[in-house]
């Protein structure tokens, strides 16, 4: 910005009248007014940083030596600045250096408490400890969920879904948190996840894969009754399977009965279940000499070792029909075919996708050590074999009415009818009239209408129904589903059960 007229007169001595020994003055090589009329030309900001200007001009070379002034001695060159910034530095760089230990501090302690005892230090936390898979399907409450407390509501159905999720990956689950303190809570969280890792391991042995590629568990609450603080729940079990070999196919079963014992904030005090992993676990469980989970690993033990034998005993039958296959047909002839698709056509009837389904017309034993031999008697009977009163006892096949009568006459029940080692007996022992079939055959030459009976720990226990043959891709039998009671179940695989010892009743027809 240019100076006022009046300023620039007073600097520039413009109307001061001037001497001959002012001009020769004035003609000196080092001018002054120069210097003095650039002062009030400043700006705010040359004003600012004038300290440098007189540095720059102090460091001009010139002719004279200048003349020493205070100001232009404490002005000094770019050094002393120079030190003033390194001296500024400092502490950021020292802040910086802090920081930066505090955060390798920080590393090396939360690798060290995410790295599992034994395992590598050098692998990242995130492999350690993978993210849990997601649930591959669904719990619901078919009826009486909404008169249970929100806490047991919620327990119930983590519960369930934990179960059927460890079973889809044929794993064991965690069930810990769900339980309350105390000894008996404990035994029993022992003992369900014991029962579900004993089944996934059985599954894991088999020839098909058994994984699950989705499930639907419904819940029907059947009794709640509360004693203090406790709440007691019975309900019934069922689900909606698809396996992973069946290629979505669905596989259902119900009926399974649960009670389930909570204290008030919803954790689980006690816990039963009629299905055969959970009963065939407690029952050797219950023979061991102390508790606790070094009985438990015993007991998996022992389940696990019996259930390898007899998965490779199938295996070795299958080999023996693979390598020759009408080697392995029976050899026994009847008078009368057995008509096949009636008797499976009866068991899709009969048997309950979401509850259970029971003929009116025949008894019921469901509630005297289950309804299995008398479902398949049923489908026999459909399927054109008649009753048997001829013989004595184990040599008759007949239901009348619900009285037992081993008496050659047409009334009462033979205990062969409905039970199981009883009509294993019968298919052995009977000649001549009714039911001509082979006992111990060749799984593997199974037929839909056949009988399979399961056994484990030296007893046979269970008695279904072939209802489809599944072949692999050779055209060769490798899976077989069925259909039972007790537990219904339709379109189950025959290798999902949890007993792995299983023996053929091949069914021919009958004699007149």
């Known amino acids: 910005m240019a100076n006022s007229p009046e300023s620039w007169k007073y600097h520039s001595g413009a109307g001061r009248q001037r001497t001959p020994r002012q001009m020769v003055q004035s003609a000196q090589p080092v001018r002054r007014a120069p210097a003095k009329r650039t002062a009030p030309r400043r700006s705010s900001l040359e004003t600012r940083y004038a300290p440098q200007v007189q540095k720059r001009q102090v460091r001009r070379p010139v002719t004279r030596q200048p003349t020493p002034r205070p100001v232009q001695q404490r002005a000094n060159p770019p050094r002393p600045v120079r030190r003033r910034r390194r001296s500024s530095l400092r502490p950021w760089a020292l802040a910086a250096l802090v920081s930066c230990l505090i955060l390798g501090f920080t590393w090396v302690w939360s690798v060290g408490q995410t790295v599992p005892a034994g395992a590598d230090a050098s692998t990242p936390a995130s492999q350690a400890e993978p993210a849990p898979a997601p649930s591959v399907g669904e719990c619901v409450f078919r009826s009486g969920g909404d008169e249970l407390p929100r806490e047991v509501q919620d327990t119930l159905t983590e519960w369930f879904v934990r179960c059927y999720d ?9 069930l810990d948190d769900l339980y309350g303190p105390g000894a008996a809570a404990q035994e029993a969280c022992l003992l369900d996840e014991a029962s579900v890792d004993f089944i996934s391991r059985v599954r894991a042995m088999q020839p098909v894969d058994l994984t699950m590629t989705g499930f639907t568990i419904g819940l029907t609450v059947e009794e709640t009754s509360w004693e203090g603080e406790t709440i007691t729940v019975s309900l019934q079990e069922d689900d909606q399977i698809q396996f992973s070999f069946l290629n979505g196919r669905t596989s259902s079963s119900c009926g399974i009965e649960n009670t389930f014992t909570f204290s008030a904030d919803g954790k689980i005090l006690a816990h039963e ?20 989970e070094s ?7 022992q389940l696990m070792s019996a259930a390898k034998a007899d998965v490779d005993k199938l295996a070795s039958q299958r080999q023996q029909y ?4 009408s080697g392995q047909s029976s050899l026994q002839t009847c008078d009368m075919d ?11 009837q009969w048997v309950g996708l979401t509850a259970m389904t029971r003929n009116p017309k025949w008894g019921i034993y469901d509630d005297y050590g289950g309804n299995c031999n008398n479902f398949t008697s049923q489908c026999l009977y459909a399927g054109g074999i008649p009753m048997d009163i001829y013989g004595y006892d184990t040599q008759q096949w007949k239901w009348y009415s619900d009285v037992p009568n081993s008496y050659s006459e047409a009334r009462g029940r033979s205990s062969s009818w409905s039970g199981v080692d009883e009509f294993y007996t019968y298919v052995n022992e009977n000649s001549g009239y009714g039911l001509v079939a082979e006992a111990d055959g060749n799984l593997y030459t199974a037929q839909p209408g056949d009988v399979l009976q399961y056994g484990a720990d030296g007893e046979w226990k269970h008695s279904v129904l072939v209802t489809e043959v599944i072949n692999d891709a050779n ?38």
């Open 475 to 512: 055209g060769q039998p490798v899976e077989f589903l069925i259909a039972s009671n007790t537990t219904d179940r339709i379109d189950w695989p025959m290798s999902a059960y949890a007993y792995a010892d299983v023996r053929l009743i091949h069914v021919l027809g009958y004699n007149n």
């Open 273 to 292: 279940k009629t299905e055969d992993g959970f009963n065939l676990v407690r029952d050797v469980y219950s023979r061991q000499s102390s508790g606790g």
């Open 295 to 301: 009985a438990i690993q015993s007991t998996l033990s």
């Open 338 to 348: 057995y008509d096949r698709q009636a008797a499976v056509a009866y068991a899709r």
């Open 166 to 174: 460890a079973a889809a990956r044929l794993e064991a689950p965690e």
């Open 322 to 325: 693979l390598a020759d296959p």
